[in-house]
């Protein structure tokens, strides 16, 4: 018989997760049963044998100290920032353990207690076995975000797509909580996302996945299935291709 199997159309991808991803309906910190959802949305890709590396952000945890680095220097307030996504880092990969996937973090900082270091040979070799590699403390630079982060990566492991996960289901001409009449965009160029001055990533991260040739794909993680469609091929969120 024909294997019927669908056919993922990434070998290995950079799922690019946001810290108030895990808030769920909370004001701050990790929502548990929303960081479980997310896992098993991860889970589905894992299966179809899928490469994954994850850059996970930090506002999630940020937000509940933010009041305090209120006029404090930016690259302190930057390192705080940091340490955040160390901790939903090792949230993740907890999470991942108990829906029996096999992780490892690596972190932009040096904190081998805790994490082991970032370094590129090792994080490929890890996903050639089949490992999810989550990728903490940014570039381990201030004055970077994590999107920046997530392209560098991206690019460095040789991944095919950086999916961005966020709570809106792909790129609008307009906000559409402001704007009921802005439409979505299936797909659109790199120039044109320029031209229209569209708030795809940072700029950072979005020339750099521009130079490398490196798609995007914006999407809901809170949609159910939404990160398998986008793995198999399917029309979901926007492309943003070169």
Do not use: H, W
């Amino acid at each position: 018989m024909p294997d019927t199997t669908p056919q993922p159309a990434y070998k290995r991808i950079l799922l690019k997760l946001s810290g108030e991803a895990l808030m769920g309906s909370d004001a701050y910190g990790i929502n548990r049963q929303t960081i479980s959802e997310i896992v098993a949305e991860i889970k589905e890709v894992a299966e179809l044998g899928v490469e994954i590396g994850v850059v996970i952000g930090g506002g999630n945890i940020f937000r509940g100290v933010a009041p305090a680095a209120t006029g404090m220097d930016r690259a302190t307030a930057d390192y705080m920032g940091m340490l955040a996504t160390v901790m939903n880092g090792l949230a993740l990969q907890d999470a991942m353990r108990m829906a029996g996937l096999n992780s490892r973090v690596q972190s932009a900082l040096d904190i081998e207690q805790v994490v082991e270091p970032y370094i590129r040979g090792k994080a490929i070799r890890y996903l050639e076995q089949g490992r999810i590699v989550i990728f903490a403390a940014g570039t381990g630079n201030p004055f970077f975000t994590t999107d920046t982060a997530a392209a560098l990566r991206g690019a460095e492991i040789g991944a095919q797509i950086v999916l961005k996960a966020t709570k809106v289901d792909g790129i609008y001409t307009a906000d559409p909580k402001k704007d009921p009449s802005a439409t979505r965009y299936d797909k659109i160029s790199f120039d044109e996302a320029i031209a229209r001055n569209l708030a795809v990533m940072d700029a950072t991260a979005f020339a750099l996945c521009r130079d490398q040739k490196l798609p995007i794909n914006v999407f809901s993680i809170f949609k159910s299935g939404a990160l398998k469609r986008v793995v198999l091929g399917e029309a979901e969120g926007t492309l943003v291709y070169c």
